[in-house]
């Protein structure tokens, strides 16, 4: 840019090296890996926020999907914030998505989240011995049912009168 003037009856010019930011792309949102089932409560979920070589963004909208339900507002996430905690409750699922806008109000489009579901109470465990008969002098078989209200039960291991640890399937 070159500016001429006149002051005090000289004339004088100016050559000023400036540059012009063009932004009109909002900016892109990501987020981290999410276990499929937290056993912890509140859970910190990464997400990250981008807007390249703009002009920088100034918030990220997060909205939260209770098992797989309508989209709910969540939090906003200031920017340079690379997470949010959430607390969820036990036995639901849930998902999120996310959008920035930056400096200029450009927002960007939504990205999503893989779902998480609560499961924050242990396996239950009953177990039951089969009736003696007369000459039967011990038990020769334990009946174990294990269950778990929300997920899988991962494993299941038995021992008797303190003895060694022995996995068991069915």
């Known amino acids: 840019v070159q500016a001429t003037g006149t002051s005090f009856g000289e004339t004088w010019t100016s050559n000023e090296n400036m540059s012009l930011l063009v932004d009109s792309i909002g900016p892109t949102t ?37 098992n797989s339900g309508g989209w709910q507002a969540q939090t906003t996430v200031a920017a340079g914030q690379n997470s949010f905690n959430f ?12 959008r920035a806008t930056d400096d200029l109000g450009n927002t960007g489009d939504w990205s999503y989240s893989s779902t998480t579901t609560f499961d924050t109470q242990a396996p239950t465990i009953q177990l039951s ?36 640890s022995t996995a068991f399937t069915g």
């Open 30 to 66: 990501a987020f981290g890996s999410i276990a499929a089932y937290s056993s912890s409560n509140p859970i910190t979920v990464p997400l990250t926020a981008s807007d390249g070589s703009g002009s920088g963004v100034n918030l990220t909208e997060v909205q939260v999907s209770v």
């Open 87 to 98: 607390a969820g409750s036990d036995g639901l699922s849930y998902r999120f998505r996310s």
């Open 129 to 164: 011995l089969p009736t003696l008969l007369p000459d039967q002098p011990n038990y020769d078989s334990i009946i174990a049912i294990v269950r778990d209200g929300v997920s899988s039960v991962a494993s299941k291991v038995f021992s008797f009168d303190g003895g060694a």
